[in-house]
């Protein structure tokens, strides 16, 4: 995995934490289609209202740029 995907993937688990906690509370063998539906849609939801509560348009897309470019 590159360096810009480990960062965004770090930042995104960091703010689906609550939501990973939720499903690995679940037992494995409830998990169906219509559960990993739900989740999927949550966390579409939860990363679309974190974009709307940026204070400035792109800011997450930046501060990413900036930590991957700091690595190199």
Do not use: H, K
Not at 7 to 24: H, K, M, P, S
């Amino acid at each position: 995995m590159n360096v810009e995907r480990e960062t965004l993937a770090q930042v995104v688990d960091l703010r689906l934490t609550d939501l990973w906690r939720e499903v690995f509370e679940i037992p494995q063998e409830q998990w169906d289609l219509e559960l990993l539906g739900w989740f999927l849609r949550t966390a579409y939801g939860q990363g679309y209202c974190d974009a709307l509560r940026e204070q400035q348009r792109g800011q997450l897309c930046q501060e990413l740029s900036d930590a991957v470019a700091a690595t190199l």
